[in-house]
């Protein structure tokens, strides 16, 4: 299917009704610019998580792994710079009194009312979600004062954790450089604005990587990774073709980046940014040390003078990869005259790998044997699953939607000869197998 056909709608609409993502406290009426996962969005993004971890941590020598507290000490904002620069444009409408983001709107008529010249003076508006600790607050807040001491942000980013346990990873374990240091998790950001499904909201998660490198070879390894993340976006699925490397003007980069790349990616809403490259220099270690007071100079082991070690940090948001691989996976062909839609997930991405199930369900021999079969396919196959709801062709379809590479259906001739139907989801192709040897053919796929 070509990519300029795929619409959002028909995004939102699978996935909803597919398990795979749900609007936020729907139930109450939902809450702006949050989504949950169902049983089958956990599974797509853990798979995804997994591939990241594989690819860029676990097969490397040079990375290590940690996972910081949501919390942190509000200096650590003031050290990155976020407590007086992370902040949007902010409009209102004087009209409907509704709140925009003055570089995504036409100035000139509200979005939402229609009125003509409606709106303020454009203003910052900081993103980043203030809260109180300890149990200062509501004594403090009955007064109708402010308690600096107790006010701290939820994280904008995961950066800053790495950051903060530089000094503990080189205290630890005194790797060679260039290495780096890479995290998975929340962050939070109170968008003006949220929109486009799960492209933008105020609850997301991050993987980000800080790759600690000699100032004088940042070049080198910059492109580096540039070739890695390509290498990695052709294992999870995604086309290059669809892929765009974008050159942030220095006057666009942001406060802390030296050269930044964003790869964007032709989603149904358009061309946005998929992820970021960043090269930082040493703009965040040297901050922590001037307001720590503790050196963060890294000493090589051959005795040469120290230095403080320059950053690349790739940087990926898990909802916009999520996103681009639903987008490049959603696909319409026909089969016997009725349109059919599939997603064309790599099999280590899908959140299920096969589908067992009996040709009827009304035969009890077929149904021992069905489970029979499942068992024994669970045994080295993660994420298989027993169906045997509603007529085959109609769980076929099923399986199709949520992207399962292979069905396997148990008939009357299994029952004489031991051999199965496996069904492969993008071609519709079947063949008859051993269930024996069943397990190593899906495997050796």
Avoid at 75 to 81: F, L
Avoid at 92 to 102: G, L, S, V
Avoid at 285 to 293: A, G, P, V
């Amino acid at each position: 299917m070509n990519m300029s056909l795929v619409k959002l709608e028909d995004l939102v609409s699978l996935t909803k009704r597919r398990g795979f993502i749900y609007p936020g406290s729907s139930i109450y009426g939902g809450l702006s610019g949050t989504w949950d996962y169902g049983p089958l969005g956990v599974k797509l993004k853990d798979n995804l998580l997994s591939s990241w971890k594989d690819f860029f941590v676990d097969s490397r020598i040079d990375m290590y792994m940690v996972d910081a507290a949501i919390l942190m000490n509000k200096k650590v904002w003031q050290a990155s710079g976020h407590v007086d620069t992370f902040s949007d444009p902010l409009v209102e409408c004087r009209n409907c009194h509704n709140r925009f983001r003055a570089d995504k709107i036409d100035l000139k008529k509200c979005p939402t009312c229609g009125f003509l010249d409606s709106f303020t003076d454009k203003r910052d508006f900081n993103l980043m979600f203030s809260t109180k600790i300890g149990p200062v607050e509501n004594i403090i807040d009955k007064e109708n004062n402010s308690d600096d001491e107790s006010l701290i942000y939820l994280r904008p980013e995961t950066a800053q954790g790495i950051f903060t346990n530089y000094k503990n990873i080189i205290d630890s374990f005194y790797p060679d450089i260039p290495f780096g240091i890479a995290q998975h998790g929340k962050a939070f950001r109170n968008e003006i604005s949220p929109r486009d499904f799960i492209f933008r909201s105020r609850e997301f998660e991050q993987l980000e990587i800080e790759y600690f490198v000699n100032p004088d070879e940042w070049t080198e390894k910059f492109e580096l990774w540039i070739s890695l993340i390509k290498q990695w976006f052709s294992i999870i699925g995604l086309n290059s073709k669809n892929i765009h490397e974008h050159e942030i003007e220095s006057s666009e980069r942001a406060h802390y980046s030296k050269r930044t790349i964003d790869f964007e990616f032709d989603f149904p809403i358009g061309r946005e940014e998929l992820m970021g490259l960043a090269y930082r220099a040493d703009f965040d270690l040297s901050n922590i040390e001037r307001l720590s007071k503790k050196s963060m100079i890294y000493k090589p082991k051959d005795g040469k003078p120290g230095f403080v070690p320059h950053v690349i940090e790739p940087s990926f948001g898990v909802e916009r990869l999520i996103m681009a691989v639903l987008s490049s996976a959603y696909k319409i062909d026909e089969i016997n005259g009725e349109s059919r839609i599939y997603l064309d997930l790599p099999i280590l991405l899908a959140p299920v790998k096969v589908v067992v199930g009996p040709l009827v369900k009304n035969n009890q021999l077929l149904v021992d044997k069905s489970k029979e079969v499942f068992e024994l396919i669970r045994k080295d196959i993660k994420d298989v699953v027993w169906d045997d709801n509603g007529n085959i062709g109609k769980r076929y379809r099923r399986a199709d939607e949520i992207g399962t590479p292979y069905c396997v259906t148990i008939d009357f001739n299994t029952l004489e000869d031991g051999s199965v139907t496996l069904r492969e989801r993008n071609t519709t192709k079947q063949k008859r197998l051993d269930f024996k040897t069943l397990v190593d053919h899906i495997k050796n796929k």
